[in-house]
């Protein structure tokens, strides 16, 4: 969604809005709309500056995209620590 770089879909993390959050869905098993991202920070960047989240999630309005920041961040962490 934030690069456009097509790939496995097991290899994106899948993205759902739950009361106007935008969380991870890791198990892959939460209700409603997804959306994929590349499970990386400049990816997220991307999205959030082409404004692709409502569009996605066919949302009108705002959506808070920091738990999905949260989660990346503790990723990219665990890769360099």
Known sequence: MGCRVRTVYSEL???VVVEGVIVPDLRRRLP???ASLHPDLS???LA???RA????FRAAGALDPSPV?????G???????
């Open 13 to 15: 993390l899948r993205l």
């Open 48 to 50: 959030e500056r082409r």
């Open 69 to 73: 920041r949260r989660h990346l961040e």
């Open 32 to 34: 409603g709309r997804g």
């Open 43 to 45: 990816c997220l960047e």
């Open 75 to 81: 990723l990219q962490t665990e890769r360099i620590g």
């Open 53 to 56: 989240f409502p569009r996605a």
